[in-house]
Nanobody, 125 residues
Framework: QVRLVQSGGGSVQAGGSLTLSCAGS????????MAWFRQSAGKERKFVAA????????FYADFVKDRFTISRDNSKNMMTLRMTKLKSEDTAIYYC??????????????????WGQGTLVTVSS
């Protein structure tokens, strides 16, 4: 069972950038598809981005496409979300998650096997 610990987050102004990290523990990290979700106040959790176990395949929600970049380094058991051109509507608690399913399945589901603790991102304008 892999465990996920998030870091990063904070407050930025609109148009700025921020990088979130998700560190995994456990020897099976590289065999998990990884994803980011977010939840804004008064809204349900939404899919943001996902990446295959090898890092070769990625998926993005339309509202972050061309602004956010998901990546992973399996040698370090680390996944990151690089966020640029941030907007006020990006304000949310961001969660990293992992699942042993193929990444295409992760994109279409909201219940994954393992979740990080979440981190708050606040974008002001």
């Amino acid at each position: 069972q892999v465990r996920l610990v998030q870091s990063g987050g904070g407050s930025v102004q609109a148009g700025g950038s921020l990088t979130l990290s998700c560190a995994g523990s456990g020897h099976t990290f590289s065999r998990y598809s990884m994803a980011w979700f977010r939840q804004s106040a008064g809204k349900e959790r939404k899919f943001v981005a996902a990446i295959s176990w090898s890092g070769d395949t990625t998926f993005y929600a339309d509202f972050v496409k061309d602004r956010f970049t998901i990546s992973r380094d399996n040698s370090k058991n680390m996944m990151t979300l690089r966020m640029t051109k941030l907007k006020s509507e990006d304000t949310a608690i961001y969660y990293c998650a992992a699942d042993r399913d193929e990444v295409v399945s992760v994109v279409t589901r909201e219940s994954l096997e393992v979740w990080g603790q979440g981190t708050l991102v606040t974008v002001s304008s």
